[in-house]
């Protein structure tokens, strides 16, 4: 007779950044079964962004998750674009892509590290950490901060990239190629992350599209999306660049697909300095007076996936409803294809395979009280509670009116 | 010298509690834990269970659900205990400081020693921070 065991896995644990409990049903070493909660995370961002002016959203999209703290602006970004239906100006598509793709390396980076500490091969982790620290330099330089960049508004974007500072940046890119070069040839020819990540995790393609998996996760089994490309927006139309793909599926490919897309990343960022030396400076941003009456949807390829986000504007200066999907919505549920069958061990590296982002994926849940199954909460006694909560910060006058 | 001079007089042994965050905070006290900040030189070391930490940094704004765990640990941990509130978040609730689920910053919930501003703050402002709070008892 087989027992089961249950091993859980947060909600804070030392081995994840962020708080989320995953629950792994374990019969001996195998994992039969894993469900997990959300919810440490929540911070009612869609409600929140109704009270704020469209200028300030984007401060607030861009704290849903810092690491991929670009893509939910630019999701935004085409959104309210779609409503004024308006096109930006060239240079500012270059500098919006030069940021996308900027952040792309460094999220990468990010991850190949983090798998590596998950294999519990700390040399990769801190490598990979320390070449990440150049881009963030070049972030520093470009918008004044490593990761909040606020960079976007509606109609363009807040700061030019100067034409003196393009040879610091070409310079520096090429230093970061080097790096992934070095990376690159470390883990694709390592015997042991090969022995780790071969077979392990495999996603097959129909499981991606039963489960309506994106990004890297789709692309490392065959299944060949980009938004990028399938839906073009800012300066990706204008550059040449392909879409990585790999057949296998399993952890490896998904780590091959992130390393050779640093390259691609790095070729359109060389391609979009190019392009923007030959411009005049200064030309980057629109003046848009009043966004009208409408919906708009907005869509962007963030490191992991595709961000998704959804404005209804009544034509005042907030937004009416504010949706947003982040990739790992869609990536975190196939787990249940990934995991399942495969040991202890294993099974943690798969949920690192996708490069799972909590804080995006948060969602208002009507709370459960175990034992007696009553609902604690649900979203009409939440919207009471911000309500309640709106009117005693009125009262105190902190709030913003 | 103090039985508290006393407890902080060697290496630091820190735990990391991510409350209800944009990740951002998270990956900059990670960040300096690599090569390039190396906490690790002045002995600091992250550790994975609160039970053997002396240092408790929370970063994030604490959401309900946060708001009971983030208690439960205090209490769990051996005292003194040092407690750091990281970024605007942590601070004061920062952006999110309206939202429905916000249940007070760090300061509400349990005493706080240090605070560093920043949204993130940057490596160098977490290191000061934790080296000026251990030069200071």
Redesign the interface.
Known sequence: MSRKTLIPIGPYHPLQEEPELFKLYCDGEIVTDIKWETGYNHRGIEKLSESKSYDQVFFLVERICGICSTSHPFAFANAVEEIVAVEITDRAKYIRSIIGELERIHSHLLWVGLAGHFLGYNTVFMWAWKYREPVLDLFEMITGNRNSYAMFKVGGVRRDIENSKIPAIRKEIAVIRKKIDLLTGAVMDDPVIHARTKGVGILTRQDIIDYGAVGPTARASGVDIDVRRDDPYAAYPLVNWKVITAQAGDVFAKAEVRLLEMYESASIIEQCIDALEKMKEGDITLKINEIPEGLGTGRAEAPRGEVFHFVVSDGSNSPARHKIRAPSYTNIATFKKSCIGQTIADATLSLAAVDPCYCCTERMAAAYDNSSGKKILNANELIALSLKRTSELRKSGTGHE | MGFKDYCFRKSLWVF?????????????I??CL???HDLERFGIL????IRHADVLLVN??I?M??KD?LLE?YHQAPKPLLVVAIGACGCTG???A?????AGPVDKIIPVDAYIPG??P?PEAIIAGIVKLAGKK
């Open positions: 990391h509690f991510g409350g209800a965050s944009c990740n951002n905070c998270d990956i900059e990670l960040d690599t090569p390039r992250l550790v994975g269970s994030g704004s959401n659900r946060d765990r640990l920062g952006i999110f309206e939202g429905m689920t916000f949204c993130p940057k």
